[in-house]
């Protein structure tokens, strides 16, 4: 091992502290706080770099921000251009209409990639970690308390396979792993059971989302390509979004609505 990875390999072993997220998310929120502090309080040629720096972060933000939003563009029409001279003011409105640039798949991209969601559920219960994990005392002397045992459905991979006792620290039981749910089209009126590829999001937390956590409200991704549904290129979808809207550890099954 190179001498310089040791903390590495002691998260790879034991994994984070289990508020690690939280902390990580509020000083993140903190961030714009302090940067505002130092922006008032930093003068001469150090100030000028900084300022440059934040205008050029501020004008990256304004185009990403513009790239996300749904626009209105003109498009010419070769059909609609007259025949013979016209004159020079004309030159650049001839032959256009007003015409949607973006199809509606590269849309749901933008808004998948902006973070806009529209979802069945946009609210849902708070789950604390006492209800998400059981302790599991270990050690010779059951002295060690590091161990969580997740009480709640779980989904993991195709070649998912455990780590050793020694290092394992959230254990999914086998008992509340699901590999397929029971997925409805809210247009075609119709439930299928379809096999689950991976979970997109958690809203309780990143930690749940990374452990593959299956609770109300948890946007999932499903294998549609026996549906059949095909994009505006013509291309068969293989993978769609859906959230879940039971309780699975409850009702023993998923029950979810597609994102459409």
């Known amino acids: ?13 034991h994994g984070r502290r289990l508020d690690y997220e939280e902390r990580k998310r509020k000083r993140a ?5 302090s940067a505002a502090t130092f922006a008032k309080t930093v003068h001469g040629l150090r100030a000028k770099l ?12 304004k185009k990403t921000i513009k790239q996300h939003e749904e626009k209105q563009a003109t498009k010419k029409d070769a059909e609609a251009v007259p025949e013979g001279a016209v004159p020079t003011y004309l030159l650049d409105r001839e032959g256009q209409q007003r015409a949607k640039i973006l ?3 590269i849309k749901q991209k933008r808004k998948e990639k902006a973070g806009k969601w529209t979802v069945p559920l946009p609210k849902v219960r708070g ?20 161990k969580r045992m997740i009480t709640k459905p779980t989904f993991v991979g195709e070649g998912f396979t455990r780590k050793p006792p020694k290092y394992e620290r959230f254990i999914r039981p086998m008992a509340l792993r699901y590999k397929k749910a029971n997925v409805t089209h809210p247009e075609l009126k119709a439930t299928f059971c379809l096999p689950i590829i991976s979970v997109k999001k958690n809203p309780q937390s990143p930690l749940y989302t990374s452990l593959g956590v299956l609770t109300r409200g948890t946007v999932i991704e499903v294998n549609v390509s026996e549906l059949g ?4 290129s013509g291309k068969v979808v293989w993978g769609k979004y859906a959230q879940i809207t039971n309780n699975p550890e409850n009702d023993g099954c998923i029950n979810a609505v597609l994102l459409v």
């Open 103 to 105: 199809s509606n798949m």
């Open 127 to 146: 789950i604390t970690e006492d209800e998400m994990f059981k302790v599991i005392k270990t050690g010779k002397h059951k002295t060690k308390q590091w």
């Open 50 to 61: 900084y300022n440059k720096k934040r205008h050029a972060e501020k004008i990256q933000m």
């Open 229 to 232: 549904l095909v994009t505006t």
């Open 1 to 13: 091992m190179p001498q310089n990875e040791y903390i590495e390999e002691s998260i790879r072993r």
């Open 29 to 33: 929120a903190r961030e714009a706080h």
